[in-house]
Structure formats: structure tokens, C-alpha cells
């Protein structure tokens, strides 16, 4: 948890009539709020893309042109698993069996990425604690940039909002090689406490890493050479991490998004909005009625209804959000969203190129 527990302002109409209108919308729309025949027809085409795609790089590329297509192509299926698969399980979304949900998340194991840590990072700290730095670990790539105005600014942040898209390139491989193990051994993400995997979740984890390194390293060294094999783990994750990382970043870190400053010190931090509002006042949607976007993303370019509804599951998310934005602009809530993929990327860049400005200093 937080080092500061912080907690939100009280229950508003606002929430309320929210939790009424889209309850009635479940209860009528004639679909169940979790999916699993939408979401096991879903898994299945990306599970057999991501199949073919691994099977063309590892078994049957003989040419440099040829591999790197299947690269691409087997991370953005991989991509598309994540957005989809294990983290609509780890919400809770993507079936109404709590098991399916658990086994079904374990695909962020496959992926090299722990769903255990997962969990703690982003459902409990990301969601719980939206853009609140020092809290939010989604919000914090160390000194490699600044993302928010509370964040310490350095000289050669001048140039983030260029060089910070390479380096997202790197966000598998440091889940992979750096992160996990780092929060697992130290019991800590960020400034966050969270509890060590024990008994079964910690054979999970083990278990996952295993898995992980075998399909993705093992079983390609018995077929190629170390230096290919290396070359097209690394192509392949650069393109998963950037793949991931810029949705994720759209949604947050954007000039529309609000940031909470972090706690100053207070035995209780209390913030201003309730819980809902902070999620509509820091969270944007894009390219909302683009449906393939939808299909791919898991309804993520759907952010504001992902934060308030994460146990629904993602199809209801375009009928949603038409009931989220009446009722927030009855209740004066300022309702964000770009209009595009492009104009979400646009702004996210506009942001890190503000952000790697210094602070003003405000005469005493």
C-alpha cells in the first residue's frame, strides 16, 4: 500500500446516479456483464495469430525479411493477448469463474511479465491511485523522464519527448529481466508496499518465468544460433514494448489528464474528488467508435469506462460511455477524449514536450 494511506473525499451523486444508470443498462442490454463466449472467440483468433506468428519466426524463417515480419507480427499478436486476455482476467471481466479468470491471466506470465505483480501494480496501485505520483508506478519511469509536474525535473529531460520513445521500447525487457525479481525480493513497487508471492502464487511465478524463457529463449536456441535468437527476442520486445507502453501512456499521460500532487506528509492524505471524478478528471479516452481499435485494444482506447467499470467486460464499453458523459456533464464533470489514435499520440507527445521544460519558479 500507499507510504501515506490515502484516502478519497465521500460517495457523490455524481457516482451514484453513474452506478444507477449503467446497472440499468446491464440489466437490460440482454448480454452478461462478463462475455465469455465474445471473449473465448476473441482469445481464440489471437491465440492462433500469435501461434502462427511464433511458429513462422522460430521454425520456418530462412530469410532476414522474413523474420522480421513474423516478429512484428508475433508482437503485436502478443500485444493484443495482453490488452485482451490476462488483463481482463486480472480484473475480473473476462469470466464470471474466478479459476477461468486466474488461469486466463496467467498469459502475462507467458509473456514474461508476472500477473502477480501485475495485479499490485496496476489494478491495486494504478486504478486505486490514478496519476497520483510517488503512487501510481505507471507514472514513473525514473529519471529517464518526467511525466508529471510533481516529478523532479533534470537538464537532459530536454529532449524526452523524443528519446522517451525509444526507451519505451524497453518495457517488456525491463518486466522481464529487472522488475519482477525487483519487486518480489524487496516486497515493494515504487514507494508502494505490497505483499511477496508465497505458497502457490510464488510456484506461479517460478513457474511463469519458466515458461517464459522456454518458449521464448530455450526452444528458439536449440534451432538458431545465439546471436539470431537474440536479435529477434530483442526486435520483438522493442516493438511489444512500444506497442504497449504508448497505449497505456495515451489514456494518463496527456495534456487533458489531471495529476494529483503526491501526499505531503499528513498521517492521512484525503483528495479533494471523490474516487469516481478523480478517474474521469485523470483519465482520457481516444478513438472511441473505431472498432477495430476496440476489438484490439480490449476497449483500453475506452479508459474512463475501464477505470469506473473494470469488472465489466470491455464489449459494453461503447454503450457505456455515452451514459458516462451525460452524466458527468449533468453533474459539471469535464469529459475528455481525442477523437483519434493520431490526435491521442499527438497529445501525449505535447505533454512530454511540456514536461521537459523546468518548473517555474514562483518568486517568494
Known sequence: MPPVPIRFNVRTDFRKELQARVNA??????????????????????????????????????????????????????????????HDAGHGSYS?????????????????????????????????????????????????????PQQKHYAFHRAQHYYLWVLYGMTTLKWQWVDDYMNVATGRIGQAEIERPKGFELALFILGKLAWGSLFLAIPLVLHPVLTVLI??????????????????????????????????????????????????????????NRLWTWYLGGLNYQIEHHLFPSVSHIHYPDIAPIVQEVCGKHGLEYNFHPTLRAAIASHFRWLREMSRPPAIIPA
Not at 440489466?27 to 473465448?40: E, H, N, T
Not at 505483480?117 to 503512487?135: A, E, Q, S, Y
Not at 504497449?244 to 489514456?251: E, L
Open 25 to 86: 443498462y446491464l440489466d437490460g442490454c440482454g448480454r452478461p456483464v462478463r462475455a465469455p463466449f465474445a471473449m473465448y472467440r476473441k482469445s481464440f483468433i489471437l491465440l492462433v495469430w500469435m501461434a502462427a506468428s511464433y511458429t513462422g519466426l522460430v521454425f520456418f524463417s530462412t530469410v532476414w525479411w522474413e523474420a522480421l515480419a513474423f516478429s512484428v507480427s508475433l508482437a503485436l499478436s502478443v500485444a493484443g493477448i495482453g490488452f485482451n486476455i490476462p
Open 96 to 148: 464470471r469463474s474466478a479459476v477461468i479468470n486466474r488461469v486466463m491471466a496467467f498469459f502475462f506470465d507467458l509473456m514474461g511479465a508476472s500477473s502477480y505483480v501485475w495485479h499490485h501494480k496496476h489494478n491495486v496501485l494504478h486504478h486505486g491511485f490514478t496519476n497520483i505520483p510517488g503512487v501510481d508506478d505507471d507514472i514513473n519511469v525514473g529519471v529517464f523522464g518526467r511525466l508529471a
Open 232 to 289: 529477434w527476442y530483442l526486435v520483438t520486445n522493442l516493438v511489444l514494448g512500444v506497442v504497449i507502453a504508448v497505449v497505456f501512456q495515451m489514456a494518463h499521460t496527456v495534456e487533458e489528464a489531471d495529476f494529483v500532487p503526491p501526499p505531503p506528509g499528513a498521517p492521512v492524505e484525503r483528495v479533494a474528488n471523490e474516487w469516481a471524478a478523480h478517474q474521469v478528471a485523470t483519465t482520457v479516452d481516444f478513438a472511441r467508435g
